[in-house]
């Protein structure tokens, strides 16, 4: 079986929480892009995927079935205000590992997504 990337993994009380975390840029004249373009990039492939990881990773945490009573897929989109920022990093590596200081980032959260 292909192994699957999970971004996240949350827990409160018998609520675990798989999460796929999305960034875009922000684009257009306003400055502001769009939240559910990153959304749709979780289309139903890439749901069905993630549900697989899901069970695969209950399966090797079988210890956790008892404690978990209900499981939600959610989606949390990011969005960088500053498209040249994304730009500088693309061209190549730098030390900087995180968007600078000045830098915003513009996050919204689709909860039960899928």
């Known amino acids: 079986m292909a ?4 971004d996240l993994i949350v827990g409160r009380g018998r609520l675990l929480v798989f999460v796929e975390v999305k960034s875009r840029r922000s684009s257009g004249p ?3 892009g769009s939240h559910t373009q990153a959304a749709e990039a979780v289309d139903t492939r ?17 210890d956790l079935r008892t404690r978990v009573s209900r499981v939600r897929f959610d989606v949390v989109t990011c969005l960088l205000d ?33």
């Open 30 to 32: 306003d400055g502001f």
């Open 46 to 62: 890439k749901q069905a995927r993630l549900r697989r990881g899901a069970r695969a990773w209950l399966d090797e945490h079988s």
């Open 82 to 114: 500053d498209p040249a920022w994304c730009d500088a990093r693309e061209a190549g590596p730098q030390s900087e590992t995180t968007a600078p200081r000045e830098e915003r980032w513009s996050i919204e959260h689709w909860e039960s997504a899928f």
């Open 3 to 6: 192994r699957v990337e999970i």
